[in-house]
């Protein structure tokens, strides 16, 4: 059985895969629902795609609560298509990290995953219906010399969904992390090499990777997708 989605909701929503993302499930017909810590950037996109949008600290139960209570009146009922797309990046020296910022930065990649999966459920159960899919990255997997907090970050994200998967499949819940293994492409920041066409990840090519994932049967569902482009290293 293949699901039906109707309404679906994009926290930590930006100009690169949350925007393509949006773009896509609009065509399909889906009602959007945009999220972020500042919208200001995000009422271009959701004019064009006819999105609500609301302003969120993922990191904060309250407002997590809010951002759910709000899209419900917005899209004409509860999201049953939930992206978390959210992360914090800080690099330094593990020894001349600040705690506190690291502490901010797990809340945001880890918990906010964690509050946003959790407002999904309790909002899916009820139907056994439902998709949350969860974005990571090569750091899901791998952690990088400089770069702990985010690694910690994703690899507590990639357990969250490993364990939601067990829990939520059997009730009708597809959960899926998908591990961005690479840089996502972003004319802002200048080219691809010459000499390496697509090595950056295009993300309308991902958009659609995670519109297949909504689309797949529930007899053969997908847990964690990894996607790379064809130069990025195993």
Known sequence: MVPAYSRALIVGAGPGLSASLA?????????????????????GLAAETGAAFHACDASRPEQVEA??????????????VV????????????????????AEALMVSAYGGFLVAQAAARRMLPHRHGAILL?????????FAGSAPFAMGKFALRGLGQSL?????PQGIHVAHIVI???????????????APD????????????????????SAWTTELELRPWTERF
């Open 165 to 169: 998967a067990r829990e939520l499949q």
């Open 83 to 102: 992206v978390y797309n959210a992360s914090s990046r800080l690099r330094g020296p593990v020894a001349e990290l600040d705690p506190a910022a690291v």
């Open 199 to 218: 090595s950056h990840l295009d993300p309308d090519a991902i958009a659609r990777a995670y519109r297949d994932l909504l689309r797949q049967d529930r």
């Open 181 to 195: 293994d690479g840089a996502i492409r972003n004319p802002a920041r200048g080219g691809e090499p010459a000499d």
């Open 135 to 143: 974005t990571g990255a090569s750091a899901s997997v791998k952690g």
């Open 23 to 43: 773009r896509l499930l609009a065509a399909d017909g889906l009602r959007i629902g945009l999220a972020a810590r500042n919208v200001e950037t995000l009422a």
């Open 67 to 80: 951002l759910f209570a709000q899209m419900e009146a917005a899209l004409g009922g509860a999201p049953d």
